[in-house]
Each structure stands twice: as structure tokens, then as C-alpha cells.
């Protein structure tokens, strides 16, 4: 069975593996896989719609500048993810998604966009910039308004990415570099970020409660709002008296 005759079915396509296909700008829509696995597969530029990928296995797939949208990669029963590994998801998309318990990893990302999904304990390791001859171009994700507890993006390089209005709680940063990352809005209680840089970074109007800027590497021109001042200075056993 190739994959254009998959997504042709209605039926859920079922422990089938699929190699070397080329469905570049593809429309595929309330297509379902369970147990599938998809090894140097191209989906660039393709579209997916109300799609269902349970348990699923992507190596070596290309889906630069796809789109998303309501699609889940995540088993509820089973609470488990599908994996990705050494995929290229630089400038995907992703809307109101759920990819809940999701393993991206050695991948790349540059400007990869999470919209109003859910991520919970989702397992990012992401190339999020690009190298062009001799230098390096600056991407980072972008992630806005979405659920992303128990997140892991430890030893990262996520410098410029977004996390405005996302649900960071228990989310673990520990060892990764944010420098001018944004945090605005989201709500980062407990989140750990120990030997973290956030030089430039915002946290401002987020919720921090357990946020302690004595565990961060650095965190030089960190922008926070006035209604945070309190609770920063308490991390640094310092009182305000008027």
C-alpha cells in the first residue's frame, strides 16, 4: 500500500510502514494511522486536517513548511506519543494539535510553530537555528497559547524562541540557552531552569511562583514587570519596606 492510497481510506491504516515516499504538497485529511512507521518520507509543504497519528514512528521524514490543524499524535489510553527522529520540521506549523507525550528528537526546527495545542510532557531536542556558509541565522520556535506541563527542552539552544501565554508549569529549561526569549504572559510556576542563560529574556506579567534566579547561569537585562519585583527579591533574600 503506498501513501496516496492511505489516504484515500477511511478505515484506520494499521501497523504499516512506509519508505522513501515523495508527498510533497499533499492534502491529507481525516486520514487515521495507528502504529505506523514513515522513514524517509518527504511531506514538505503538505497540508494535514483532522488527522490521527497514534503511535507512530517518523525517522528521517522532511516536513518543512507544513501545516497542522486539528490533528492528534497523542494516545489517550495508552498516554504515549508518537516519536520523530532526525526529521526536518523547520517552518511546520502546528494549530490546536495535540501531540501530548511526543518525542521530537535530533531534529530540526527552525521557526517550527506550536498554535493553541496541547504539548504536555512533550520531549523536545530541536536544531532551532540554521548555519549558512560560515554563519549562524537565528530561528528559534514559536509557541503561543499552548499546554505545555512537564515539557522537557532541557540542554537547548532556544535563543529568540517564543513562549508567550503558554502553560509552562513543571516545564524543565535546566542547562539551556534563552537568551532574548520570550515568556510573556505564560505561566512558568515551578518550571526549572537551573544553570539556565535567559540574558535579554521576558518574563514579564508571566506567573513565576517558584522561580528562583539564584539557580539561572545568568540572566543579565532580564525583563520583568513591576507586579514581579516582590517575588524576584525574595529569591535573592531580599525585603522591601516602605
Known sequence: MTLEDAAQLSSVIDGQSFEGEDMTAFPFYEVRFNGCTFRNCTFESSR?????????????????????KACTFYDEAGDSGSEWQFCDLSETRFLKCNLGSNKIMKSKGFLLTLTECSAVALHLDLAVHRRIASRTVIGGIR?????????????????ESKFEHCDLRDADFSHSRLTGASFQNATLTNARFNDAILNEAAIAHAEIEGFDVGVLQSYDNLVVSRDQHEAILNTLSIRTIN
Open 143 to 159: 509557541c503561543s497559547r499552548t499546554k505545555m506541563r512537564d515539557a522537557v527542552l532541557r540542554n537547548g539552544d532556544w535563543e
Open 48 to 68: 494535514f486536517g483532522d488527522s490521527q497519528f497514534i503511535n507512530c514512528r517518523f525517522t528521517h521524514c522532511s516536513f518543512r513548511d507544513a501545516e497542522f
